[in-house]
T-cell receptor, first 114, second 112 residues
Framework: AQSVTQPDIHITVSEGASLELRCNYS??????LFWYVQSPGQGLQLLLK??????LVQGIKGFEAEFKRSQSSFNLRKPSVHWSDAAEYFC????????????FGTGTRLQVFP | DTAVSQTPKYLVTQMGNDKSIKCEQN?????MYWYKQDSKKFLKIMFS???????INETVPNRFSPKSPDKAHLNLHINSLELGDSAVYFC???????????FGPGTRLLVL
């Protein structure tokens, strides 16, 4: 069965520091992978997605993620965090050619200190 | 130019009541979804409709009844509300073959 694990429930970084949010997935075939961000009281916004091709994908707001098949990981990175990045981040996996059903991780809450 | 919209944004009601949440998308998508986000922020799919036909029903109590009058709308009706129904309900939409789901702002339901 598909599953997504986000090992870090809560991460705190200083503004300007680099960031890496971890995501591991379990799926028997090539998955579709997504990162969404949820700001307080808001809906989910798509940051980036991986379907195939280049394993390093660029997203909005300066975020990038790298798909590593050997590690079943899709970690999200940003070189320099801004205070406005404080939010909840969700990794999700969808089945190849059938993303009718997205499986979400439990989320990582990012706190940014000035 | 809202893409996926939901009404109401907040809903506070008593146990036992019946309530509806509405969702509309103007993206021309053919697939719509309802997700439930619990108090621990865990997101889980409830239903999915493609071209007004139900394609996913994830073991949701039959007190929850989705209705899709057309491809652009997916409403969620909840009968006999229980305390455990308190959550944030998100609507989403996508176009089959493009695989990316776009989410609405959520409806925060509180059952007292």
């Amino acid at each position: 069965a598909q599953s997504v694990t986000q090992p870090d429930i809560h991460i705190t970084v200083s503004e300007g520091a680099s960031l890496e949010l971890r995501c591991n997935y379990s799926y028997g075939a090539t998955p579709y992978l997504f990162w969404y961000v949820q700001s307080p009281g808001q809906g989910l916004q798509l940051l980036l997605k991986y379907f195939s091709g280049d394993t390093l994908v660029q997203g909005i707001k300066g975020f990038e993620a790298e798909f590593k098949r050997s590690q079943s990981s899709f970690n999200l990175r940003k070189p320099s965090v801004h205070w406005s990045d404080a939010a909840e981040y969700f990794c999700a996996v969808g089945a190849l050619r059938n993303t009718d059903k997205l499986i979400f991780g439990t989320g990582t809450r990012l706190q940014v200190f000035p | 130019d809202t893409a996926v919209s939901q009404t109401p944004k907040y809903l506070v009601t008593q146990m036992g009541n019946d309530k509806s949440i509405k969702c509309e998308q103007n993206l021309g998508h053919d697939t719509m979804y309802w997700y439930k986000q619990d108090s621990k922020k865990f997101l889980k799919i409830m239903f999915s409709y493609n071209n007004k036909e139900l394609i996913i029903n994830e073991t949701v109590p039959n007190r929850f009844s989705p209705k899709s009058p057309d491809k652009a709308h997916l409403n969620l009706h909840i009968n006999s509300l229980e305390l455990g129904d308190s959550a944030v309900y998100f609507c989403a939409s996508s176009l089959r073959g493009e695989e990316t789901q776009y989410f609405g702002p959520g409806t925060r339901l509180l059952v007292l």
